[in-house]
């Protein structure tokens, strides 16, 4: 009697199966990056005569390893943050060649001149929880943003969108090279207005 030979499995398109399984998941996985915060470093440059910078146009903020904030070495809530922010940057309080036009504050003298000398001093304690550090720089961001969309709803009504809408669209992969190019010195013609002027000090460290 012949002897029956025994079944064989055909595994030759194991590994092209293998290399499809691959490829699918690498293009369906969604694979999580953390995201950082925008900031522009300044040029390097070694200035011989560096500005004199008025107190009156910084606006100190701190933030303090028990995560209390201190604007202007009082003790303040977050939710008092940004609009304490919009009435130094907006002040306008400069005479003459310092004076701004455009500014809606108080004028108060003791305050910021104007936009372009006005610096924001944001200075965070070692322990400061990561939370809070971002919350109270979301909130200085949203000062500037929150002037910025006053000046483009006003310089630009046709538009009919904010400074943040018309960022976000000239930032946005979709949006045209026309269009991006329309939009381009409307956002740098505020910007110019109200530049972001926000300094962050280094750390302090907290004593043991």
Same mark, same amino acid.
């Given at each position: !009697?012949?002897?029956?030979?025994?079944? $064989? =499995?055909?595994?030759?398109? !194991?590994?092209? @199966?293998?290399?499809?399984?691959?490829?699918?998941?690498?293009?369906?996985?969604?694979?999580?990056?953390?995201?950082? *915060?925008?900031?522009?470093?300044?040029?390097?440059?070694?200035?011989?005569? /560096?500005?004199?910078?008025? #107190?009156?146009? @910084?606006?100190? =903020?701190?933030?303090?390893?028990?995560?209390?904030?201190?604007?202007?070495?009082?003790?303040? +809530?977050?939710?008092?943050?940004?609009?304490?922010?919009?009435?130094?940057? +907006?002040?306008?309080?400069?005479?003459?060649?310092?004076?701004?036009?455009?500014? #809606?504050?108080?004028? +108060?003298? %003791?305050?910021?001149?104007?936009?372009? %000398?006005? *610096?924001?001093?944001? &200075?965070?304690?070692? $322990?400061?929880?990561?939370?809070?550090?971002?919350?109270?720089?979301? $909130?200085? =961001?949203?000062?500037?943003?929150?002037?910025? +969309?006053?000046?483009?709803?006003?310089?630009? /009504?046709?538009?009919? !969108?904010?400074?943040?809408?018309?960022?976000? &669209?000239?930032?946005?992969?979709?949006?045209? /090279?026309?269009? &991006?190019?329309?939009?381009?010195?409307?956002?740098?013609?505020?910007? @110019? !207005?109200? /530049?972001?002027?926000?300094? $962050?000090?280094?750390?302090?460290?907290? &004593?043991?």
């Amino acid at each position: !009697m012949a002897k029956r030979s025994a079944p $064989e =499995v055909n595994a030759g398109s !194991m590994a092209d @199966i293998a290399f499809l399984l691959l490829i699918f998941f690498l293009v369906t996985t969604t694979i999580e990056t953390d995201s950082g *915060i925008n900031r522009k470093l300044p040029p390097n440059e070694e200035l011989e005569d /560096p500005p004199i910078i008025k #107190q009156k146009n @910084i606006f100190t =903020v701190v933030v303090n390893k028990n995560n209390q904030l201190l604007v202007e070495e009082e003790l303040t +809530d977050i939710s008092d943050l940004r609009p304490l922010a919009v009435e130094f940057l +907006d002040n306008g309080g400069g005479i003459d060649e310092e004076s701004c036009n455009y500014c #809606q504050g108080s004028r +108060d003298p %003791k305050s910021s001149d104007n936009p372009e %000398k006005a *610096i924001i001093s944001l &200075k965070n304690d070692r $322990e400061t929880s990561y939370k809070v550090y971002i919350s109270v720089q979301n $909130e200085l =961001v949203a000062a500037y943003n929150e002037l910025r +969309d006053r000046e483009f709803l006003r310089l630009f /009504p046709n538009e009919y !969108m904010s400074f943040v809408e018309a960022n976000k &669209k000239y930032s946005d992969p979709r949006t045209s /090279p026309e269009e &991006k190019a329309r939009l381009r010195p409307l956002l740098s013609e505020v910007k @110019i !207005m109200f /530049p972001q002027k926000l300094s $962050e000090a280094e750390p302090s460290k907290t &004593k043991s």
